[in-house]
């Protein structure tokens, strides 16, 4: 691959990079005899509901603020869940509407698309950085297909958030390296935008330990020589559009800090999912002792390169001077230990000092998976220790005493290697996972083993070739980056390619549209149900919770309501689907005393959509109208276009004072 492509190689290579994840997880993309393979965990159950709801107002021409069929109503625009602000859920819509809907598949598609403008970013970044192209191809084939990546599509949201990352890094570059100060300032802001509106907040608050250590390294000597001004101009845009998304961040905050154990004042919830010493050893060495809450194997011939690298002292002539100094190597070893050691939760002192001082750091939780930060460090140490190792193949040392080095420098590491796997094969060092979620991948957990093995032999073997005939030829060189691919997906494939699968499914015959507005109007006459459930795709709303998760007022409602179940059902409309409630008041001490104080009111809705309820109502005598859906700060309420103020029922529900008679009452929810 010559560092002057010609302008086929141009397009090529970037459309090869792109479309490898495709290839790589097909089994999830495309179709074999009829059948498909599903995402298991968290992806039907949670993320594609939303998307599903979602795209079928958009497609309407109605963007969702508000839930109303979960929880007994639930914020939807500001839901992480649901990405409701996300820009690609626009050409998402269209597809929507043109299709006839989508189903479960095109949403597997839609995840894989996250993987590949992931490699593609990765790619252009570190062409930007000055890598040259045979490293920068095997990296960007590599990183974004390993356990990271491949794990996360059970979350889409987080995937897409991830995926913006390298493109972010790469507008900073461009911007510090070039006077294009405008072109790349607005990159990096539109990135940011899509990093934030992805709808994976943990990812967003992640990225702060990536952007600004990056943005630190423009200063140091000899990295980029373009003055420390221009560096704060790329940090300043990145803040630009940080502040563009701030109302949207705000209101998640503020409805995050109305569910349960998610105001940061718990830190039990926080170091939940742990990961500690073992699982960073095991994400580098031996998956099946580390959780995959936070793992990121990239293979063992990728980890032996960047070993070689890190302690091969001599200059690589095909790397910017920077990238072979012993600062640069201490740098970067140094930002991996960092993000490693906060990922060790509650055995971390670091972690504990973050948890009482930075702000928003105590809601999060399941911190190994902040290893997303390190997967651009791992893409650029892989992308230069090739050509290390590539430049040492073309010129190899010319004495005995060097020869012994170097072997030693690939031997010594494989042997560590080995013996950390062979340490952590035991089945007592396991992760629980494992057992649970990823052995039907991979039943033979020894594999690792033998690949590494494999991996070392074949790097061995090449480095011995080359002492006989140096490597000139082009042709050469393009078969030992194809070998370190094949080596690493042969590595990685058969778990990456599994984790977290569901089984295969039948792939849908045809796409369907939702209809999320016949289902809100049908709502009223639909008794409710009440499960363990999110957002259900019918006319039966769910009051149901999940009790981390949804408004606390309302779990802790539904917790006293137990006592009386048979009040609480009629409240509830789990017995006929009815939302209105008229009542002389609505301070009272119990489900029951209140229906003692209902009235013989009637009331017609006029409009509903979920966000807005319109109904005109008639009551015998003054009291309360009452709306069984949950109230936030952003519910507003008119009575005959009259503001009024909402009042509470139980310290969750909406309610309204009324006089005798007929009224229009009107419920809408607004983001400002």
């Keep these: 691959m010559s560092e002057t492509p010609s302008r086929l190689q141009r397009y090529s290579i970037p459309l090869l990079v792109a479309l490898w994840p495709f290839a790589y997880f097909s089994d999830f993309v495309f179709p074999k005899n009829g059948a498909i393979r599903a995402v298991g965990n968290d992806f039907e159950y949670l993320y ?86 045979a490293g920068t191809v095997v990296s960007s084939l590599v990183v974004p297909v390993s356990f990271r990546l491949a794990e996360l599509l059970r979350f889409p949201n987080a995937i897409h958030a991830a995926s913006w990352m390298p493109w972010i890094l790469w507008a900073i570059t461009r911007l510090v390296k070039t006077k294009r100060t405008i ?18 907040p943990y990812f967003a608050f992640y990225s702060i330990f990536l952007f600004v250590p990056y943005g630190l390294l423009f200063w140091l000597p000899g990295f980029v020589d373009s003055g ?50 073992q699982d960073t050893l095991g ?39 920077f990238f072979s100094t012993w600062t640069f190597k201490l740098v970067m070893l140094g930002w991996f230990a960092l993000i490693s050691e906060i990922t060790h939760g509650d055995r971390s002192r670091l972690f504990r000092f973050l948890w009482t001082r930075m702000p928003g750091f105590a809601s999060l939780r399941a911190w190994g998976r902040m290893n997303i930060i390190l997967l651009p460090l791992i893409a650029w140490l892989l992308a230069a220790a090739y050509e290390a190792f590539a430049e040492r193949l073309t010129e190899p040392p010319k004495s005995r005493t060097r020869t012994g080095v170097e072997i030693l420098a690939i031997v010594v590491p494989y042997l560590g290697i080995l013996m950390l796997q062979s340490a952590l094969g035991d089945g007592n060092h396991f992760h629980p996972y494992w057992n649970v979620y ?16 494999y991996a070392f032999a074949a790097l061995l073997l090449v480095w011995l070739s080359s002492r006989f005939q140096p490597w000139q030829s082009p042709w050469a060189h393009a078969g030992l980056a194809a070998l370190v691919v094949v080596l690493s997906i042969r590595d990685i494939k058969p778990v990456g390619n599994f984790a977290w699968c569901g089984g295969t499914a039948r792939y849908p015959s045809s796409r369907k549209e939702l209809d999320v507005a016949k ?66 008041s609505i301070d009272r001490p119990s489900i029951r005393s209140y229906l003692e104080t209902e009235l013989e009111g009637t009331y017609r809705v006029v409009q509903y959509d979920g966000d807005r309820l319109v109904v005109d109502v008639e009551s015998p005598e003054s009291g309360f109208v009452s709306f069984i859906d ?8 008119s009575v005959d276009g009259q503001p009024t103020r909402i009042e509470l029922l139980f310290g969750t529900f909406k309610s309204v004072p009324i006089d005798a008679g007929r009224h229009r009452v009107v419920f809408a929810y607004r983001f400002w």
């Design 48 to 133: 594609f509901r939303y998307k599903y709801y979602l795209l079928d107002e958009l497609s309407r021409l109605h963007l969702p603020l508000w839930s109303p069929s979960e929880a007994a109503g639930f914020p939807f625009l500001v839901n992480p869940f649901a990405q409701a602000l996300y820009p690609l859920n626009v050409p998402f819509a269209a597809f929507y509407r043109l299709a006839g809907g989508i189903h479960f598949a095109d949403y597997q598609a839609y995840a894989v698309l996250g993987i590949s403008i992931y490699a593609l970013g990765t790619y252009h970044w570190l062409r930007a950085l000055g890598l040259p192209l």
């Design 283 to 321: 994400s580098l060495v031996y998956p099946p002792a580390a959780s995959p809450e936070g793992w990121y194997y990239f293979g063992i011939a990728g980890l032996l390169l960047i070993l070689y690298f890190l302690v091969w002292p001599r200059r690589v002539r095909a790397l910017p001077p």
């Design 438 to 453: 990823v052995q039907i991948a991979h039943p033979v957990a020894g594999a690792f083993l033998i690949n590494g093995l």
């Design 183 to 200: 072109r790349y300032g607005a990159a990096v802001s539109g990135f940011v935008i899509l990093l934030v509106t992805a709808g994976y």
């Design 630 to 637: 949950n109230w936030d700060a952003n519910w507003r309420a």
């Design 519 to 584: 289902k809100n109007r049908e709502s009223f006459s639909v008794p409710r149900t009440e499960v363990h459930d999110s957002l259900p795709l019918t006319a039966s709303f769910n009051v149901g919770v999940v009790p981390n998760w949804d408004f606390e007022r309302y779990v802790t409602f539904l917790r006293r309501a137990e006592r009386e179940p048979e009040a609480k059902q009629r409240l509830l409309g789990i017995a006929d689907g009815r939302k209105i409630f008229f009542s002389r």
């Design 228 to 277: 420390k001004a221009r560096t704060l101009r790329a940090l300043a845009f990145g803040v630009l559009g940080c502040i563009f998304t701030s109302p949207y961040l705000i209101k998640m905050r503020q409805m995050l800090a109305a569910t349960t154990d998610r105001q940061g004042k718990s830190y039990a919830y926080s170091t939940g999912y742990p990961f500690f010493g």
